[in-house]
């Protein structure tokens, strides 16, 4: 949809590769929007950051759910 790419797009502006929060939402963008293989891509890049256990465990369960 228009509202998930203007979201996507405002994501990409801000997002420096840094924001393991960004980068979690566009993960979830594009698995709304059936780009499997994005969504996979950015809940690994989540996986790359300083994150709680428990956000870890459910970037894991994010992803173990679209393999």
């Given at each position: ?26 993960g979830d963008i594009y ?9 996979k891509d950015a809940y ?22 679209i393999q």
């Amino acid at each position: 949809s228009n509202e998930l790419d203007d979201a996507l797009n405002t994501i990409k502006k801000v997002n420096n590769q840094e924001n393991h929060i960004l980068l979690e939402l566009s993960g979830d963008i594009y698995y709304k929007q059936n780009n499997i293989n994005l969504a996979k891509d950015a809940y690994k890049k989540v996986l790359l950051h300083e994150i709680t256990p428990n956000k870890r465990k459910l970037i894991e369960n994010k992803l173990s759910s679209i393999q």
